[in-house]
C-alpha cells in the first residue's frame, strides 16, 4: 500500500483546523501516562506544542525529499538523545 504524501498533508491541516489544540492535547495525555517524563520538558507546554505542530508541518512538507528527512530528523533525533530522550 503507497500512501498519497497529498493526503496526509491535507489530513493533518484537517486536524489542525477542527482541534487545534491536538499537539496541546498530545502533551496533556504523555504527562497523565507517564508523569516522570515532564521533569524533561521545561519549556512551556503551549510552546512546546506548537514546536511539535511545526515539526509534524515540516515533515510533511518534505515527504519526498529523503535527504532532507534523513539530515533533518537524523539531528533532531541526536538532540533528543541528548536531552534523555
Known sequence: MTLDPQ?????????IERR???TIRFYEILFERYPTLAPMFRRDRTAQAKMLAGAIAAV???????????????????KH???GV
Open 20 to 22: 487545534p489544540d491536538l
Open 7 to 15: 493526503v496526509l498533508r491535507d489530513s493533518f491541516e484537517l486536524v
Open 81 to 83: 538523545v541528548g536531552y
Open 60 to 78: 510533511l512538507d518534505h515527504l519526498e525529499d529523503a535527504p532532507w528527512l534523513e539530515s533533518t530528523l537524523g539531528e533532531l533525533g541526536a
